[in-house]
């Protein structure tokens, strides 16, 4: 065996060999824009997942929103937030390891969301099925402008159910 053959498979075992260690099989994938209404908030399921989980998301805008992780009952008592006037009531805040308001970075001109580490895999902890919400309301912290127009967003959320544990 040639040298050249020899460090090609070296290297695609070590590819092979470490997937493993970072593996699992995705439950769900979303990469696509969105558009959420003003005043409402754009909703994706993630089912239960028996087991260890991982969600990682990075969610991109061009004016400020935030990012929401609901069990089903905080999910509805949002829904029921958003049919609601502005300050009547708590609103929920869900996972707020999770949850995080965009952030505007200048030098690309963009507002985004993200898990830890430029999206970066975070644990997924719930007990049942969860919702990952995208808001253009004045429900959490970001600031609705007076005359609030529809949003779009490119979304690209990835749950994983770990089969390693990590």
């Known amino acids: 065996m040639d040298r050249r053959s020899f460090l090609a498979t070296a290297a ?3 590819v092979v060999g470490t997937a ?5 099989t995705v439950v769900v994938e979303t990469q696509r824009d969105v558009t959420v209404q003003a005043r409402s908030g754009w909703a994706r399921r993630i089912p239960r997942i028996d087991g260890t989980a991982a969600i990682s998301f990075i969610a ?3 004016r400020v929103f935030e990012t929401f992780v609901f069990t089903p009952d905080e999910y509805s008592r ?3 937030a958003l049919a609601t006037p ?3 009531g708590p609103a929920p805040t869900g996972d707020t390891d999770l949850g995080t308001m965009a952030v505007h970075d200048e030098e690309r001109g963009f507002y985004a ?3 830890a580490d430029t999206g970066g ?3 997924l902890e719930a007990d049942g099925p969860v919702y990952f919400v995208v808001d253009h309301s004045a429900v959490g912290m970001a600031p609705l402008p007076e005359r609030p127009e529809s949003l779009s967003v490119f979304v690209d ?3 994983t159910k770990k089969t390693l544990p990590v």
């Open 12 to 14: 695609a075992g070590a």
């Open 20 to 24: 493993g260690c970072a593996g699992g």
């Open 60 to 62: 991109r805008a061009d």
């Open 78 to 80: 949002y829904q029921q």
């Open 86 to 88: 502005a300050g009547d």
């Open 113 to 115: 969301a993200q898990t």
């Open 121 to 123: 895999q975070e644990p």
């Open 157 to 159: 959320l990835t749950v």
